[in-house]
């Protein structure tokens, strides 16, 4: 294993195991027995965290809005694909 700020080079297990060190599962939160995705982009392999619902609910909202333009915006929005 090299490590080299923030890219590692690892080698594949004998029986195609990938194991991450324990400072990128700790870097990523990884638990043991949790869930991950990977999916494949051209010649990349990419390892993606699959969040909790709780996760999810406790992140930061991007946006913020009042309740009052919520309604606005969802009545105007159920008037345009009214049939």
Not at 12 to 29: A, C
Not at 41 to 70: C, F, G, M
Request: hydrophobic letters at 35%.
């Amino acid at each position: 294993m090299t490590i080299k700020s923030d890219t590692i080079v690892l080698k594949i297990g004998s029986k195609g195991e990938i194991f991450p060190p324990k400072e990128i599962r700790k870097k990523l939160g990884l638990e043991p027995h949790q869930p991950i995705l990977l999916y494949i982009h051209q010649d990349q392999l990419i390892v993606r965290k699959i969040h909790s619902i709780e996760e999810i609910l406790n992140a930061p909202t991007k946006t913020k809005i009042s309740y009052h333009a919520w309604k606005q915006f969802k009545e105007e929005l159920t008037e345009d694909y009214e049939v």
